[in-house]
């Protein structure tokens, strides 16, 4: 193997960009960045340097200074400082339309330069929410336009099928694929990779971060250390803090699924599938301890329309979605 | 002529003298005179009276004498201490006079530069003004824009108002048709009637979906018909591709060049197939499910 194979992808995430492609020795090549940034109050000369010398990524746009990515991350935490965020639940912000530029630069970081004139570039967008009024076609110009600009070739692909090209390559990619995100939850059915279904649900990991925080009296940042680096178990809460992150997880699941059983009896779309399937959970929010599990109980609990041969976790939950969105790429070449 | 000594020899020679005529004396035997002027009289006279001072020095005694030449001394110092001080008081009204003007051309110069400064601050501020007038200028058109673009919306309802109206009645009028038939129904022939009637409100009803229709097409033409007045360019209103086009134009600085993004290995599972087969797996269902690649799908386009 020694033939680079073209094509990228991209998975867009509220709170975490990652970015795939093909090693020259065969093997998958991810580049994650946090999806954020924050804004330093001091820009002159001496600043930048001291940033750069400690690998600080920094932009400065319209005399204002910015740090971007994971560091700007633990600053903010460090800091108590809030966090700006390009996206919200799964989209643009309009709020932080200005943060596009921003958010190129920052895609063109983990992407890199083309390797070929219009080499294309899967990136991920959400399904139509069937639980908010949210629409994906501006979400859509804006990543054309900045991926055109990059010199990329961009196509789309929904996020949840993205899970079902990376993770059940062993049942023909039959099953149901779940991105469990920051924004958002991505579901698309898919029958011999073709997806049947798809939609989203706006209650993920944002939601829980936020409503936490607010009952703790803390930031949500303090709540997104707690779940990613303390290594909570929600089905066994230690403290008052995890204790409020465990009941917010348990009614997420909750209404994730319901919310699917209701869609899935509703559609008329939905495909008959000759034997039972699985549910894969990937994404960042399904990396806690517990919540696969959780999800296990409650669709034991109910009466779920579909057969259900296991719920299980992605092999590599939190780049699942780039896996599949490069793998996308790579099968669009002849 | 003014006798040194204060004596006026004149005065005293008309006094001690007396006058006689030339023949008188001719009678008395005098033929010849020796004549002596009052110039020469006085000289004598003077001469007499140095020789008996120097010859009488006793006349001034030495305490005068000193006197007369203390007094004079003083008088001489006086005279060059009161020259020496007014010398002084000549050459410091002197430099004051100097300073003074040295200050006064420093305060022209301020002044000047003062003056040049304000101008160029008008200048300025005219410059700021004309700008700010500028940006004022267009957003006043901008809302004569928009506010012709609204009157002219009005406008196109308004104009098919009537039209609407019409339909309106129409429809009033075939709803009492059908209550008019309903009461008549007992009577038999309400079903030929019915009949007709649902076929008449079918005609009418695609009639006035083709007039809406036509009175939605007539208004969007209208409005995308809208130049705007006063402006030198058609505007486009298409803020969201304007926008967008002009973010992702920023030329940001930044270190991103040199900060290079950190890579992760690709988890695999240990019985798990890898990319390629995972690839070919994948190429094979799509095919094998009636999907072509999507280039082949490409070539037969």
Known sequence: MGEVQYGKGLDVGT????????????????RPQRNCFIDIPVEDESTKNRLTQLKVPYVVQNKRMYVIGDVAFDLANVLNKNLRRPMKDGLISPREIDAVPIMMLLIDSILGKPRTANEPCYYTIPAEPIDSELNVVYHKEVFNAVLTRLGYKPMHIIEGQCVVLSELAEED????????GGGMHNVSVSYKSLPCLTFSTSRAGDWIDNNAARVLGVKPGKIAVI??????????????????????????????????????????????????????????????????????ETVAGMEFPLQVKEVRHAEDPFYSVAKGALMAALSGQA | MPDPEGLDLRKFLDKSTSKTSLSDLQKKGVSSVKVLDERTLHKLIQEAVTRIIQGRPELLTEGERQKIYDDSRKE???????YTTTKKQNEAVSQDRNTLIAELENLQKQLEITRRMYEEKLRQKEAETGNSGRAKELEAQLKLVQEQSERRFQEGVKSQEPYINELKSRIQMLEGEVAQAKETAASGAISANLE??????????????????KTIDGLS?????????????????????MVLENLLKQE????????????????????SANVDERLAKLRNVQRGFGGKPKEEEKKDQ
Do not use: H
């Open chain 1, 227 to 296: 779940k990613e680096r303390r290594g909570i178990n929600i089905l066994k809460p230690q403290n008052r803090e995890e204790e409020a992150i465990s009941i917010y997880y348990r009614e997420l699941a909750k209404y994730t699924l319901q919310n699917i059983k209701d869609r899935f009896e509703r559609a008329e779309n939905m495909p008959e599938f000759p034997d039972p399937v699985s549910i894969v959970l990937a994404g960042g929010t399904s990396m806690v301890k517990g919540y696969v599990d959780l999800w296990k």
């Open chain 1, 15 to 30: 709170v975490n960009l990652v970015a795939s492609e093909m090693g020259p020795d065969g093997k998958i090549v991810l």
């Open chain 2, 76 to 82: 001489l110092d006086r005279l060059i201490r009161e």
């Open chain 1, 173 to 180: 990619f039959t099953g149901i694929g779940i991105s469990c």
């Open chain 2, 196 to 213: 007709a009637l649902a076929k008449k409100n079918d005609a009418v009803a695609e009639r006035i979906t083709k007039l809406f229709n």
């Open chain 2, 221 to 241: 033409r209208k409005i995308s018909a809208l130049k705007p007045g006063g402006l030198e360019e058609e505007i486009e209103y298409k803020p969201n591709e």
């Open chain 2, 252 to 271: 940001l600085e930044s270190n991103l060049g040199t900060v290079t993004s950190k890579e992760v290995a690709s988890k695999e599972a240990p019985n």
